[in-house]
């Protein structure tokens, strides 16, 4: 089992910046894609950002030139927030899967972001 927990979510003003972490445990090695999902109300969840073992990194159009994901060496994943702007308001999940697998994966629980105009 893979264990994945939020935090850094919150209340911030439009142009303002939040980072999110996502810690990692368990059996977490055999997990080789770290992604960062969003969804609003009444809207699907939707893919903001991933990063793949080795670096290589994916974004949503929508975020490109605003956020950056990372990790550190023990797996954890970050998701550094700039430029925030009202559509960006939503719960964000982590989320830990294999590439290539059709599985889900893991998720955390989630947490809250929310930008004021």
């Known amino acids: 089992q893979v264990q994945l927990v939020e935090s850094g979510g919150g209340l911030v003003q439009a142009s303002g910046s939040l980072r999110l972490s996502c810690a990692a445990s368990?059996?977490?090695?055999?997990?080789?894609?770290m992604g960062w999902y969003r969804q609003a109300p009444g809207k699907q969840r939707e893919l903001v950002a991933a990063?793949?073992?080795?670096?290589?990194t994916n974004y949503a159009d929508s975020v490109k030139g605003r956020f950056t994901i990372y990790r550190d060496n023990a797996k954890n994943v970050y998701l550094q927030m700039n430029s925030l702007k009202p559509e960006d308001t939503a719960v964000y999940y982590c989320?830990?899967?294999?590439?290539?697998?059709?599985?889900?994966?893991?998720w955390g629980q989630g947490t809250q972001v929310t930008v004021s105009s």
């Open positions: 989320n830990g899967r294999i590439y290539g697998s059709l599985s889900p994966g893991y």
């Open positions: 368990g059996s977490i090695f055999s997990i080789n894609v």
């Open positions: 990063i793949i073992s080795g670096g290589r």
